[in-house]
């Protein structure tokens, strides 16, 4: 069955850095899209960066220049570097996938993992 598991969470000073982990099992990385979401409290779920099988990526505007996705298909995993954290941060992070090759759907992706919590706080 469709698997993805994200790790890599915890807490951290603001200023600093994490880098998650999506991985997967299930299906074949090299022709999917990943993205990553994130669900803060009191907050709709947000879609934080996807990246394509052709390595085209996209990302929120709040994390352009912090968050940099990335994907190593031979390991079957997906990341999310994230830079120069901020409170604001502060979610539950997911990684999710549609099975389509690009990102950009409209619509909620089918797949999700169970989400790591990111902290950002002194």
């Known amino acids: 069955q469709v698997q993805l598991v994200e790790s890599g969470g915890g807490l951290v000073q603001p200023g600093g850095s994490l880098r998650l982990s999506c991985a997967t099992s299930g299906f074949t990385l090299d022709y999917v899209a990943i993205g990553w979401f994130r669900q803060a409290p009191g907050k709709e779920r947000e879609g934080v960066a996807c990246?394509?099988?052709?390595?085209?990526?996209n990302y929120a505007d709040s994390v352009k220049g912090r968050f940099f996705i990335s994907r190593n298909n031979d390991r079957n995993t997906a990341y999310l570097q994230m830079n120069s954290l901020k409170p604001e941060d502060t979610a539950v992070y997911y990684c999710a996938t549609d099975l389509r090759r690009s990102c950009g759907s409209s619509s909620l992706p089918g797949y999700w993992g169970q989400g790591t919590q990111v902290t950002v706080s002194s």
């Open positions: 990246i394509s099988s052709g390595l085209i990526t």
